[in-house]
Nanobody
Framework: QVQLVESGGGLVQAGGSLTLSCAAS??????MGWFRQAPGKEREFVAA????????VYADSVKGRFTISRDNAKNTVYLQMNSLKPEDTAVYYC??????????????????WGQGTQVTVSS
């Protein structure tokens, strides 16, 4: 059974940091990424990483503050979030695919999704 399980979410003050983890099981994935969805808003791309880790892509809104990384030996991808802002508050979803990605930013490129983890940043 293929599963993506996120962890690490929580409540943090503005300016603080959190690290999200996504543990994959059931198969080995190629590219993996993070999306987020705030209440009343559409799901949006946050960051993604290729299988080798040689390519990383970020949304402009998180560039310079968030870092995506992966440990293929553990089949896990991470999202280090620094300098958090209230507007980062959302449910964060891990996503993965076994296919070649044409558009990192599109949720349609990813075939597998986690259940989400809540991140709340207080002002």
């Amino acid at each position: 059974q293929v599963q993506l399980v996120e962890s690490g979410g929580g409540l943090v003050q503005a300016g603080g940091s959190l690290t999200l983890s996504c543990a994959a099981s059931g198969r080995t994935f190629g590219s993996m990424g993070w999306f987020r969805q705030a209440p009343g808003k559409e799901r949006e791309f946050v960051a993604a990483i290729s299988w080798t880790g040689g390519t990383t892509v970020y949304a402009d809104s998180v560039k310079g503050r968030f870092t995506i990384s992966r440990d293929n030996a553990k089949n896990t991808v991470y999202l280090q979030m620094n300098s958090l802002k209230p507007e980062d508050t959302a449910v964060y979803y891990c996503a993965a695919t076994t296919r070649y990605i044409r558009n990192w930013f599109s949720s349609r490129e990813y075939d597998y999704w986690g259940q989400g983890t809540q991140v709340t940043v207080s002002s």
